[in-house]
């Protein structure tokens, strides 16, 4: 009698347990849903399927279009075309690359050409600095040293 009293026990035991469990997973429900959102959602999943089955159809009943080919002569001669454009672009790069060049000297010569500088003297003053010179050293020094005076 013993034996079935501890069955019993243990029977009961199991029995709380399995409650227990059993409390715990209906307590454990997923959030409720919104009936609104269930219907659109359900709406949506339809016209979706409705839609995958048209393409389908669509897909199934339309025969595939042949592929545009290019005869072997055109496709070369495009192949040229297009090494003569780049030959013609490269030359047209190098022209640009030169008169890039040539501009940047030709400023640089005129920024120089149009600094100031000292003036050379005119054509008189040089033919008198002449005569002096021809004449002798003396009345040289003093136009040289007042080059103003005429």
Known sequence: MN???E?????RAE??????KLREALSA????VDARELAQATERIASLEREVQSLRQAAVGRPE???PTVSLERWEEAQRSLEAVRNDLARQTDLLANLTREN????????TASEPRAVPATS???EQRE???RSGPGPARSVAGSPGQA
């Open 65 to 67: 279009e042949p592929v």
């Open 124 to 126: 008189a003053q040089l």
């Open 131 to 133: 005569q002096q010179l």
């Open 15 to 20: 029995r709380d347990l399995l409650q227990a």
């Open 104 to 111: 940047t000297t030709l400023r640089e010569q005129l920024r």
């Open 29 to 32: 429900q997923p959030a409720a």
């Open 3 to 5: 034996a079935l009293g």
């Open 7 to 11: 069955q019993v026990n243990q029977l």
